[in-house]
């Protein structure tokens, strides 16, 4: 071990208490101590290995992490710059390849150039080279290699910022309700593996004044379903700016379903709501899917109730006989429906004992008999969403309830989950609260 002051190339920020592996190649025993004591008197925190050729560089370099190469031209199994090259694709792989530093005989600008070209940071000659040249050559090696890994993270960063601009776009699609005073509130969260889900919303205001809006939930967990429901929700929106009747857009609906569909025991659940355009009434359409919640009441008491469902039909996709019927919920004021997937409501609880589950802890949702994980359960979400209203009120109600319930739930839902919230202020002189989240795996991951 050659000690000094030096740091870890893949650290971040310079100095660490880990050594910089340095792996010199070089075939000549005594060249190989004149590096070694060169490295000794250059204060750099070193630790050295050696190889003999670049066969026995390549096989280190697979089994073990180098910080930087400090390869002779001279090998016995490589003639000039073939061993910079060959060495450069052993390390192509690696996520930081290792710096690499030319020590050769061989001197002149064209030498070294020509081996900078091949891939090596740095080319020093030997018998011109002190401990404070090699020692500088090589911090300077180091250090571009770690530039060169910054720029690729950030370029990665900027990547996914575009791909997740674009999944915003795809996931949470812009209301086409022209009424000020409906609100519109959506939210998305994804589940904790990273894969897209089948889970789609949309809301539309038709001519007419009415606003229809639903959330459904294509069965299984992928990048097919998470195809599908795109389509599907595409579709729908199709269907009701064309000016289908909102009695009819589940059976279309259906038709297009199980003309893309993969598989044939794929099936979709979906809650549809109909706001009529004197805003007095809603009809609810259940296909397979859980009832939503109304809320109701003025600013700062708000109060949420769960829907009991009437007229549930079959889920989409299910070769059974029976279409949907519409139920309809009388309404008087301001109001709002929150619609919801089962990701929410299938979310553990982490702590049923008081710790972060909070609402939905002792006397909550569970399984009976301690069978398995509590659920949050609907009645568990209902009184989170409540809590949510007494707390802060109606504005951000989304983001807040979709926080509350990755909280409960102990960190990522392992299904994604989506909820919308549609209502109505009571008056044009109030104007509905519009919103729209994307819960980001990496933004979620900083609380």
């Given at each position: ?7 870890r ?8 208490a ?25 204060e750099?925190?070193?630790e ?12 280190e ?6 910080d ?19 060495l ?7 996520p930081?390849?290792p710096a ?6 061989h001197?002149?600008?064209?030498q ?12 020093l ?43 915003e776009?795809a996931?949470?699609?812009?209301p ?5 005073a ?15 889900g ?7 205001e038709m ?27 595409t ?6 700016l064309?000016?289908t009747?909102?009695v009819?857009?589940?059976g ?8 893309e ?14 706001v ?6 809603i009809d ?9 919640m ?6 700062g ?7 009991d469902?009437t ?25 709002a429906?929150?619609m919801y ?10 702590d ?15 399984r ?12 568990g979400?209902?009184?989170l969403?409540?809590?949510e ?5 109606f ?5 807040r309830?979709?926080r ?10 392992v ?10 202020t009571?008056?044009?002189e ?18």
């Amino acid at each position: 071990m050659i000690s000094g002051d030096g740091g870890r190339a893949g650290s971040e920020g310079g100095a660490s208490a880990e050594p910089t592996v340095v792996l010199l190649v070089e075939d000549d025993d005594g060249d190989a101590l004149l590096v070694t004591e060169l490295l000794a008197d250059a204060e750099i925190e070193i630790e050295v290995r050696r190889a003999t050729s670049v066969a026995q560089a390549a096989d280190e370099l697979a089994q073990s992490a180098v910080d930087c190469l400090i390869v002779d031209l001279g090998l016995p199994d490589a003639v000039g710059l073939g061993a910079v090259e060959r060495l450069r694709r052993s390390t192509e792989r690696h996520p930081v390849p290792p710096a690499l530093v030319v020590l050769t005989g061989h001197a002149g600008i064209d030498q070294g150039v020509r081996a900078v070209a091949a891939g090596a940071d740095d080319y020093l000659v030997k018998g011109e080279t002190g401990p404070d040249l090699l020692g500088r050559s090589l911090r300077y090696a180091l250090q571009r290699r770690r530039s060169a890994a910054q720029q690729r993270a950030l370029y990665r960063s900027e990547v996914r910022a575009a791909e997740t601009a674009r999944l915003e776009r795809a996931l949470l699609p812009k209301p086409l309700v022209e009424d000020v005073a409906v609100s519109v509130m959506v939210g998305y969260l994804p589940g904790g593996n990273g894969l897209l889900g089948g889970d789609f919303f949309d809301s539309v205001e038709m001519a007419d004044g009415t606003v229809l809006s639903m959330v459904g939930d294509v069965a299984g967990h992928g990048p097919d379903e998470a195809a599908l429901g795109a389509t599907l929700r595409t579709a729908w929106r199709t269907l009701v700016l064309t000016g289908t009747p909102p009695v009819d857009v589940l059976g279309h609906l259906e038709r297009v379903l199980v003309t893309e569909r993969s598989r044939p025991e794929t099936f979709v659940t979906l809650c549809q709501v109909a706001v009529a355009a004197d805003r007095g009434a809603i009809d609810l359409y259940l296909a397979g899917h859980p009832a939503p919640m109304l809320l109701t009441g003025p600013v700062g008491a708000v109060r949420c109730d769960q829907v009991d469902p009437t007229s549930r039909g079959r889920a989409l996709g299910i070769p059974i006989d029976g279409g949907w019927v519409p139920q309809r919920l009388e309404v008087d004021g301001p109001f709002a429906v929150l619609m919801y997937t089962d990701g929410l409501v299938e979310a553990s609880v982490a702590d049923p004992v008081g710790g972060p589950a909070g609402p939905a802890g002792p006397g909550g949702p569970g399984r009976p008999g301690g069978r398995g994980p509590e659920r949050i359960g609907v009645d568990g979400l209902h009184r989170l969403v409540q809590l949510e209203l007494d707390e802060s009120g109606f504005v951000g109600v989304v983001e807040r309830v979709l926080r509350r319930v990755r909280a409960v739930h102990g960190g990522p839902l392992v299904d994604d989950a989506a909820m919308l919230v549609i209502g109505w202020t009571g008056t044009s002189e109030v104007v509905g609260e519009r919103s729209s989240t994307l819960a980001d795996s990496a933004e979620w991951a900083r609380w």
